[in-house]
């Protein structure tokens, strides 16, 4: 009886096994890109993932414009910039033999900064 009442157990799901949004790993996910990832890494670029602080909640509008902004950010990798709304995250890879993480962090803040928008660093993948 123990053990048929410590399989049921297991089977039940735990809260704490739910995805939050606010932990690291979770922000990670929902920026994450497979593909991009991988072009990246053999290309031997680096992929950063940020958190996006300031209300974003789900605004496509407000989420394109952020997408432009990294597109348009010198030193970011075309097509690899992705954002997450639901996430509110964001990553981008960028080849760091050609333009430093920190120059193409403080270019991004600043287009940000009139949409009440800031950024944090999260991970880099090297």
């Known amino acids: 009886m123990r053990r048929v009442l410590a399989a049921l157990l297991l089977l039940v799901p735990s809260a704490a096994a739910f995805a939050c ?10 920026a994450y890109d497979h593909s991009v990832i991988v072009r990246s890494l053999e290309r031997r670029h680096e992929v950063a993932f940020f ?3 300031g209300a ?13 902004a990294l597109e348009s950010t010198r030193g ?4 690899t910039p992705r954002v997450s709304p639901d996430g509110t995250s964001l990553s981008f890879a960028y080849d760091p033999a050609r333009q430093k993480l920190g120059p193409i962090t403080r270019a991004l803040e600043k287009s940000l900064a009139p949409k009440a928008l800031s950024i944090s660093l999260l ?4």
């Open 76 to 79: 970011v990798d075309r097509g």
């Open 56 to 68: 974003l909640a789900a605004n496509s509008q407000l989420s394109r414009e952020i997408q432009n």
């Open 51 to 53: 958190a996006i602080e």
């Open 21 to 30: 949004g606010h932990c690291v790993e979770d922000k990670v996910a929902a």
């Open 123 to 126: 991970r880099v993948l090297k």
